[in-house]
């Protein structure tokens, strides 16, 4: 059959309440422009994150329910820390209420002022927390990677010429080198097998370990399993694992790849590493056999990680935004290509070419959306970027995009139909949208809760 289906019945439903472009223009104004700070009941198709946003199966509710509450050593742990392993095969596994908590611990134990992390791409909330020890986030994707009209197999691939040219130079700077997989801030692409399996040869001359921020990590192998050559009978579990083969640990957000709606952990081996973070993670998060999740929580990542490398599952998930994409592109709007896993980014560049970087075209594009449709999206540009120059004044981002990421689970085609009808719509009245400036923004991260005004 030629139409791919949902692999999942619906059992429970949401109910989504239906607002009128006045009630919106009301909303966003009462939001500062920031569409971080609209309420989520006055939003139709929420796709500013797929971080935590997923469906939970019934096999995980079920799992719940035998969530373990103890304090120390609950059987809900020895299962998570089960399915981690079966994942990962790293000998330690620390648990974390999300990924972010993971960076801070481990980048607090590894890294100091003026060492250099070099990654394909940094998400934001690594970037932040590299930066909070003094340390540099630098990114070194390859030159494909940053051409969003490029089609190209794997363009968050690091670059391996770079990443040498920077050992020679800087190696006694340089704690660990991360691969983001797949690559969120560069557009959600994958990374290939061969391009970690070098990276780690490259390392090892200079005795660096790797670490993967593994968040997408059964997404990226589904890509590689449908686009490396020699990997198409390969299952996704061997693939994950020849992955995770080829690192020295990871962290991971379990509210992307484990179908969770918080959690998140380290795996490593290097034992020096891992008591001084589980010390850390004593003060900070929790006892290190739950470190800030509750017991429940632990079950439904355990059971969320055997069904993310189904393979039926995969192939729904990357082709809902390939689908998606598809059309934007028969209609003439401009996305990152190929199609991301777990979202789609438009190119505000292309969209608002009258918009100059600092009125922040992407953050334009997603008020537009909310306005005519009441779709929520994120902007990953200058206005996420947040980096000044001496004067103070914006500097821009490689890229405007406009970011789609896409709930797991929770969506059907319809709702995508009404996407790209939506998309279309504030496409085809793209000419005299006004840029906007910020009125208020914090030290960090400021894309979370500055507030803008229109131009
Ligand atoms: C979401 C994400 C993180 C941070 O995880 P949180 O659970 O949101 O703290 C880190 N890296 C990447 C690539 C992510 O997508």
């Not at 969320?304 to 039926?312: H, K, N, S, T």
Request: aromatic share 10%.
């Amino acid at each position: 059959m030629k139409t791919l289906i949902e692999p999942f019945r619906i059992k429970s439903i949401e109910h989504i309440k239906m607002t009128t472009r006045d009630e919106r223009e009301k909303f966003l104004k009462e939001a500062n422009y920031n569409v971080f700070k609209i309420r989520s009941e006055n939003v139709i198709l929420d796709f500013l994150t797929d971080s935590g946003t997923s469906a939970m199966s019934s096999d995980q509710w079920a799992a719940i329910m035998k969530g373990d509450e103890s304090y120390a050593c609950a059987k809900s742990w020895y299962n998570f820390e089960k399915a981690v392993k079966k994942i990962t095969n790293f000998k330690n596994i620390i648990p974390t209420h999300q990924g972010r908590a993971a960076e801070r611990l481990l980048f607090s134990v590894v890294l100091k002022e003026g060492d250099i992390v070099p990654n394909n791409n940094h998400f934001d909330t690594t970037r932040a927390n590299v930066e909070f020890t003094g340390a540099e986030a630098l990114d070194l994707v390859i030159e494909e990677g940053k051409k969003p009209e490029l089609d190209y197999p794997f363009k968050g691939n690091i670059d391996i010429k770079k990443l040498e040219n920077l050992l020679e130079k800087e190696s006694g700077k340089i704690p660990l080198c991360m691969i983001t997989i797949t690559n969120n801030a560069g557009g959600g692409q994958p990374v290939s097998l061969q391009n970690i399996r070098e990276t780690k040869q490259l390392l090892g001359k200079y005795n660096i370990p790797l670490f993967l921020d593994a968040c997408r990590f059964a997404e990226n192998a589904y890509f590689i399993k449908k686009r490396e050559n020699g990997y198409e009978s390969k299952s996704v579990l061997e693939i994950v694992n020849e992955m995770f083969s080829y690192a020295d640990g990871c962290t991971m957000s379990a509210k992307k790849d484990a179908f969770a709606n918080i959690g998140g952990f380290i795996a490593l081996n290097d034992e020096e590493v891992t008591k001084k973070t589980r010390n850390l993670l004593i003060l900070t998060e929790g006892f290190p056999t739950y470190g800030g999740m509750t017991g429940r929580d632990l079950e439904a990542i355990a059971v969320g990680l055997e069904e993310i490398i189904q393979e039926d599952y995969l192939n729904y998930r990357l082709r809902t935004a390939e689908y998606l994409g598809e059309i934007l592109l028969e209609n003439g709007i401009s996305i990152v290509r190929p199609a991301g896993g777990h979202a789609l980014y438009i190119d505000a560049n292309a969209f608002y070419p009258h918009i100059p970087y600092y009125e922040f075209p992407g953050q334009a594009l997603c008020c537009e959306l909310y306005l005519e449709g009441g779709i929520r999206g994120c902007e990953i540009g200058t206005f996420m970027f947040g980096k000044k120059n001496e004067d103070g004044k914006d500097i821009a981002a490689a890229m405007e995009l406009v970011r789609l990421a896409f709930p797991r689970r929770v969506y059907t085609q319809t709702h995508f139909d009404y996407a790209a009808e939506v998309i279309i719509d504030v496409y085809n009245k793209r000419e005299g949208v006004k840029g906007l400036k910020i009125t208020y923004e914090p030290e960090y991260l400021r894309h979370f809760t500055s507030d803008l005004e229109r131009l």
